[in-house]
């Protein structure tokens, strides 16, 4: 986000950074029967187009709070944050595709819907010692290294040096 401030005939620009894609915050208690409660907030957060008003660009925020009970080893299933985007557009041989009647014989029409909805899949485990804080992380390998060939390596997310993917 950006701005101008004009004062004594000077102009200042003035920049606003805002985190974008997905956020996930768990917050986890258990009990002593293993039951694992969580306050689960989803956050999604979405750059749209630019303001005509304001030359600045919109922002959609979509978020769910949740707070769910599972056994631990439990899989749930979060829902919700559904997204659907209409795009049309048109096009075709310059100035010939705008004639009526005949312009549909130099160019078309483009109707695209996208519709997406976010889930996400918990799993909570309770790790009591170290053998089984090392046979949890050999199954999450195990299972990271058989996602990663359907992972679109074409879009390379901006990961600063705390996010890091190393699997060995």
């Known amino acids: ?23 996930l915050t768990i917050a986890p208690q ?9 306050e689960v907030n989803q956050e999604l957060i979405d750059v749209g187009p ?9 922002f959609f925020e979509r978020a769910i709070q949740s707070k769910v009970a599972i056994q631990s080893g439990e899989t749930i299933v979060l829902g919700g944050l559904i997204s659907e985007t209409v795009n049309n557009s048109s096009g075709g041989i310059p100035v010939f595709y705008r004639i009526p009647v005949v312009g549909a014989l130099f160019g078309g ?7 997406t909805e976010l889930l996400v899949l918990i799993t909570p485990r309770i790790i ?11 199954e999450l390998k195990q299972r990271m290294q058989q996602v990663i060939p359907f992972v679109d390596f074409t879009v390379q997310p901006d990961l600063d040096e705390r996010a890091t993917i190393k699997l060995e």
């Open 30 to 38: 258990i009990n002593s029967g293993g039951l694992v409660t969580m």
């Open 1 to 23: 986000m950006q701005g101008t401030t004009i004062n004594d005939n000077t102009s200042t620009q003035n920049f606003q950074f805002k985190d974008t894609g997905v956020s």
């Open 109 to 115: 029409v483009n109707n695209d819907t996208d519709r």
């Open 128 to 138: 009591r010692d170290n053998q089984e804080a090392k046979q949890v992380t050999k």
């Open 50 to 58: 630019i303001d005509e008003a304001t030359d600045q660009r919109s």
